[in-house]
């Protein structure tokens, strides 16, 4: 078994920023890409940064410049700074990872949320 555990959501007023954390462990042979979805209230759960274990990232327009993902592979690590936050973010994000298992099977794990609000 696999565990994605956030952490570093909360409230801040607009303009300012948070850093989520989010940690992979268990059952882990490697893992190619870890990324931030978020879901807002009566709207889809949507991308908004991965990047992959090569450094590769990508992320929505809509975060461009004010979003950064980063990653600790050493750690299984993924972090996202998030800066100019507006009331817009609000929305559970998750951590997502794309990983491998010791027997090379490829698997999707999600964690269980941490709640982004984001006041004006």
């Known amino acids: 078994q696999v565990q994605l555990v956030e952490s570093g959501g909360g409230l801040v007023q607009a303009g300012g920023s948070l850093r989520l954390s989010c940690a992979a462990s268990?059952?882990?042979?490697?893992?190619?890409?870890m990324g931030w979805y978020r879901q807002a209230p009566g709207k889809q759960r949507e991308l908004v940064a991965v990047?992959?274990?090569?450094?590769?990232?990508e992320c929505a327009d809509s975060v461009k410049g004010r979003f950064t993902i980063s990653r600790d592979n050493a750690k299984n690590m993924v972090y996202l700074q998030m800066n100019s936050l507006k009331p817009e973010d609000t929305a559970v994000y998750y951590c997502?990872?794309?990983?491998?298992?010791?027997?090379?099977?490829?698997?999707?794990?999600w964690g269980q949320g941490t709640q982004v609000t984001v006041s004006s």
């Open positions: 997502n990872a794309d990983l491998f298992s010791p027997d090379r099977y490829e698997y999707d794990y």
């Open positions: 268990g059952n882990i042979f490697s893992i190619h890409a």
């Open positions: 990047i992959t274990s090569s450094g590769d990232t």
